[in-house]
Every structure is written in structure tokens, then in C-alpha cells.
């Protein structure tokens, strides 16, 4: 394993009236996208940082978009699955995942998730180069049902659309403004970038969320962005939040 760089983006813990219930801890983590390397060097640091800030109910979450774009989305998967097993991990449905699942029945989405890194995704679950060009659409739809594991399928299918915590509401993309929580779509969750990202709240919570890369974590009112684009820039970055603090942490 490589080592795993971590520290934190800000020079000390920021602390904010948007709080994270007594008691518990969490940390967010953005679009792995098949980075299997970063993200078992985020998972060591994720892990040593909650052992150094002492005993807590601590909650991971996944923001979505495991797969796709990146060299190892089959690994990714394997990673978190084995890393549930062994504490509390909440992983979130994105966009790649919605379209890695439909590729296996709608030809047309199959050709949308190759364009948009679905093909990286499907070598890392044995199909080779040359097995890829040589086939046709149909022919690599039953290719993938023949070497994609149903588990992993199923574990997938899943994942969550949100999750709130306290005063924070974790999602893939964003939420629609001026909609309740309650009557949120999926695809806005997983898909929606505008009017969200110019949206500034004023209602005292904090939205996570990946989806759209930024150079580094965007800190905005009512919302944090934290897809830091790992399989373009080499690094994987999270959040912890503790009471009212926020703090990053960074794998590259």
C-alpha cells in the first residue's frame, strides 16, 4: 500500500453555528471514481484521524459516484464494501452509479456511460482492451451481466439518496431549491448542479455534496462541495464535523 498523505486544508478547525448532534462524529467523503489507491489512503487517514480525536458514535458517508473515469472502480467497490463491515459506512447513490446500473439493459445509456468513463469501469471487471474494441453494443451488455458480480449490483442498488445529520444534509449533487426535503427527486439529487450551486440559504443548515469538481473544498453559505476531482488531480478529499467544527482531510 502507498503511503497516505493527510492533513488538514484549514489551519485549525473552523467552528460554525451548523452542528452535528452531541455525541457523534462524521465524516463525508467525495467522488472516489474509481481511485481505489486514494481512497485506501483516505481510509487510513479518515481511520487514524477518529482514533486521535478520541472515543465517539462516528458515522462515514460516501458522497456517490464510486465509479467510473478512474482506473479501478471494481477495487473501489471492494473497498467500501469490506470497510462497512467494520464500522459504520453510509455510501450515497450519484449519478455513475444510476447510469452504470442502467447500462446493463438500455443500450443507449450504455453508449452515455462509455463516454463518460463507463469504459474504465468495465475493464476493471476483466474485460480486455482488445475484447472491448472488438465488440459491438450487445455484445459488451452481456459481457458485463457475464463478469460484473450480482453483489456488487445489489450493493449498489443500495445505496442511499440522502442523509441528514443534525443541521447537515448529505447528498451526490445538490437539492432543488425551495423544494422540501420530503418532495426532492432522485435525479435532481444526483444530477442537479444549477440553480443549487448559485443558491445561498438562509435556513441554518449545510448541505454536502460532490458532483462538481472544485480545486479545492468549496465553502459556500448553506453548502460544501468536496468533489476535489481525485481521477484528474490526484486527490481525494473529506470532511469531518464534530459539534459545530469542520476540518478536511486529504489523500494524494
Known sequence: ?????????????????????????????????GCADLFGDLI????????????SETTVILLGDLVDRGPDSRGVIDAARDWRQRRAVRILFGNHEEMFLKSLED????RQ?????????????GVTRDEYLEMTVEELQTAMAARIPPE????MRGFEDM???????????????????????????????????????????????????TDAPDVRQGRIGI????????????IGLEGTERWFIEAK
Not at 487510513?44 to 484521524?49: Q, V
Not at 443500450?107 to 450504455?110: N, R
Open 44 to 55: 487510513s487517514a479518515i481511520e487514524a484521524d477518529d482514533r486521535a480525536r478520541g472515543p
Open 107 to 110: 443500450e443507449g445509456v450504455l
Open 1 to 33: 500500500m502507498r503511503n497516505f498523505f493527510q492533513k488538514l486544508l484549514s489551519p485549525t478547525p473552523r467552528r460554525t453555528a451548523t452542528r452535528i448532534p452531541d455525541g457523534q462524529r462524521v465524516y463525508a467523503v467525495g467522488d472516489i471514481h
Open 113 to 125: 456511460f462509455i463516454r463518460f468513463g463507463g469504459k474504465e469501469t468495465i475493464l476493471s471487471y
Open 163 to 213: 442523509i441528514v445529520i443534525g443541521d447537515y444534509i448529505f447528498v451526490h449533487a445538490g437539492i432543488r431549491p425551495g423544494v422540501d426535503l420530503d418532495s426532492q427527486t432522485p435525479a435532481d439529487l444526483r444530477w442537479i448542479r444549477e440553480p443549487f450551486l448559485s443558491h445561498a440559504s438562509q435556513e441554518g443548515s449545510c448541505v454536502v455534496h460532490g458532483h462538481t469538481i
Open 152 to 155: 456488487d449490483l445489489d450493493f
Open 227 to 238: 468533489d476535489t476531482g481525485a481521477y484528474a488531480s490526484g486527490r481525494l478529499t473529506a
